[in-house]
């Protein structure tokens, strides 16, 4: 009996997924935009994007794989209430995004999909070609989602489910199976006249309803930038440490959210959510790999981190980090000198002038240099 996409679902929800949907594997709706976004450079630092075979992939589901027929494409619930918004946007803490609290997500949705995949291959009887992915494919897997009925892109950018919101992971198979009855595209938008997302982005990194400028984007800054953090922007960051979730949170969608099964997303304690400004500041490698050991935090190295910190730092604006940030003046890494003695002026004004004309006679990276010249000014 051939398997059919009902079976398929089934075995989705079996497996723990909270949304799966099929669709042919056909090129995305959505790959005029996003050739335009990469062509303004929107992309920022993020190479990877706009790679020329990564684009053909994008392209083209062949390239990635020549039996490409259907692409099954599911959602696992992140959503955990562990902490308040008090506690969360307390700006002696640095903020972690929801969906790097718990362990990281690759690996839990990679297993997954594996164990999916080989269900699909013993299901159909038949040899089939599969690739399994988890944020990491050449494809834009937000637009095919929405081809698979799972949700509507928004003016924010993010996959909506208009009855569970945006805290969900997606990922997707690509089988050389085909079927006969695929789901119905979502509806385009169900934004309507809404803009609150784009009325709440404290960066301004919409230039456009459903355009994100990722050179202007919290999210992409502290995750995706491994260098210097454009002074401008760095006010606007607030207490976030990793990620920004301002722009979902605010969507009215969002308050369909449910609160995840999977306890590999729960997080176990508060250093996983919200950790103490000053923690981070006096970590060194050592401890800061402790301190986020198998969360997705752990791309991105202590430098980012303390950097992304001192940001906080200079936006919390609290004697207590002082100490810490005098001692980063110190730090091997220019990166932290620089941000910071830029923590250490929005913190001291004036009276951190002799800390950073000292900084900038004994310190021979240019990029430190230039940071202090341009606080003294
Ligand atoms: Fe703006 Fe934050 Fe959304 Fe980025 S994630 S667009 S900074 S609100
Ligand atoms: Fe759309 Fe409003 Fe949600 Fe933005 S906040 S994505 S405009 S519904």
Known sequence: MPLTTAAIKDKARELGFNLCGITPAEPSPTLRAYLRWIERGM????????????VRRRQNLREIMPGAKSLILVGLDYFARFADERTL????????????????????????????????????GKAIQQRVYVDTGALLERSHAQQAGL??????????HPRRGSSFFIGE?????????????????????CTRCLAACPTDAFPKPYVLDARRCISYHTIENKGWIERELRPGFGNWIFG??????????????????????LPFEIDRVAPLLTNILMSTDETYRAMFRRSPIERIKREQMVRNACIAAGNWRNE???????????????????????ALWRTMELDASKLLSDLHRRDDDERVRAEVEALLG
């Open 320 to 342: 207590r980090a002082i100490p810490h940030l005098i001692q980063l003046l110190y730090d091997t890494s220019a990166l932290v000198r620089g941000h910071a003695a830029w």
């Open 89 to 124: 946007s307390d700006p002696s803490r640095g903020r972690i995004a929801a969906y790097a609290w718990g362990l990281d997500y690759h690996k839990v949705m990679q297993l997954r999909l594996e164990q999916f995949a080989g269900w699909l291959a013993d299901a159909s």
């Open 43 to 54: 992309h920022g630092a993020m190479g990877y994007l706009a790679r020329l075979d990564r």
């Open 244 to 265: 920004c979730d301002i722009c979902m949170d605010v969507c009215p969608f969002q308050r369909f959210s449910e609160e995840t099964d999977e306890v590999a997303f």
């Open 173 to 193: 198979i690509i089988t050389s199976l085909s079927f006969a009855d695929y789901d119905e595209p979502h509806r385009e938008t169900m934004c309507g006249t």
């Open 151 to 160: 949700g509507f892109i928004g003016k924010n950018t993010m996959l909506i």
